[in-house]
C-alpha cells in the first residue's frame, strides 16, 4: 500500500493564486520529499525536509511538515502556467538503510488556468 | 554532469517476451532505483541496487529481476511480459538520498500487445 496519500488529487487555480497541496502518511520518516512530474516523464525534485525540520523554502515553493499528524502540505506561490504538473509526495521510511525505501503517493494534478 | 540516462525511450513487446530496461546514474552515485508508473497512477517501488548488490525489492513477482554493473550502471528485466506490465519504468539514483533525494532519468515507456 501507498505510504502517502496526496490531497488533493486534482486541483485547477487562476494563474497567479497560490496552490496547496496536502500528503498524509502512515509511519515513521526519515524524511519527506516532494517531487513534480511533466506529462508522463522523469520526476524532478523540488525540496527535502527532514523529520526533524518543522518548515523550509525554497523559491517560491514552501512545504511544512507535522509528524505528530503525520502530514505534509506544498504551496507554490503566485502561481505559472509551467507550474502545470502532477506532484508527488515521497517518505523515506525505515531505521535501517538496508530496509528502507522511497514510498511515493498517487499525486495531486495542477492545473493552472491562463 | 549528465544526468540519469534510460535507454530505450519506448519499446514495444508481445506478451510472453522478454524486455530489458537499461539505466546509467549520474557519475558518482552507487545507488539505483527501479520504479514502476502505471498510467495515470503513482510509483511503485521495484527494486534498490547499491555497489552491485541487490539491497531492497517491492512488492512484485520473480520475473521482475535485475542486476548493478561494476560501473554502477544497471538493467532491469521483465520476463514473461504480461499485458499490465505495460507502464513507464523510472530509474533513479542518489548521492545520499536521506539528504538530497533521488535524480530521475526520463524512463522507458513499456507497451505490452
Known amino acids: 500500500s501507498q505510504q502517502g496519500e496526496e490531497d488533493p488529487q486534482a486541483l485547477s487555480i ?15 520518516i526519515n524524511n519527506l520529499q516532494w517531487y513534480r512530474q511533466n506529462s508522463g516523464r522523469g520526476l524532478v525534485h523540488l ?7 518543522r518548515e523550509k523554502h525554497s ?14 502540505s506544498l504551496l507554490i506561490t503566485a502561481s505559472r502556467a509551467a507550474d502545470t504538473a502532477s506532484y508527488f509526495c515521497a517518505t523515506d521510511q525505515g531505521i535501517y538503510s538496508s530496509a528502507s ?14 | 554532469e549528465a544526468g540519469v540516462t ?10 510472453g517476451q522478454q524486455a530489458t530496461l537499461r539505466c ?20 511503485q517501488f521495484l527494486l534498490w541496487y547499491d555497489e552491485g548488490e541487490e539491497r531492497n525489492r517491492g512488492n512484485f513477482p520473480p520475473r521482475f529481476s535485475g542486476r548493478q554493473f561494476p560501473n554502477y550502471s544497471s538493467e532491469l528485466n521483465v520476463n514473461a511480459l504480461e499485458l ?5 519504468y523510472l530509474c533513479a539514483s542518489s548521492r545520499d ?16 500487445v
Open chain 1, 14 to 28: 487562476q494563474e497567479g493564486e497560490n496552490a496547496t497541496m496536502n500528503c498524509s502518511y502512515k509511519t515513521s
Open chain 1, 59 to 72: 523559491g517560491r515553493l514552501r512545504v511544512t511538515l507535522d509528524t505528530s499528524k503525520k502530514s505534509s
Open chain 1, 47 to 53: 525540496i527535502l525536509i527532514r523529520s526533524n525540520e
Open chain 2, 84 to 88: 499490465e506490465d505495460s507502464a513507464l
Open chain 1, 101 to 114: 525505501k522511497i514510498i511515493f503517493g498517487s499525486g495531486t494534478r495542477l492545473s493552472i488556468r491562463p
Open chain 2, 24 to 43: 546509467s546514474p549520474i557519475s558518482g552515485h552507487t545507488s539505483v532505483y527501479w520504479y514502476q508508473q502505471a498510467l495515470g497512477l503513482g510509483l
Open chain 2, 6 to 15: 534510460q535507454s530505450p525511450t519506448h519499446l514495444i513487446k508481445t506478451r
Open chain 2, 97 to 112: 538520498r536521506f539528504n538530497y533525494g533521488y535524480t530521475f532519468g526520463s524512463g522507458t515507456r513499456l507497451t505490452v
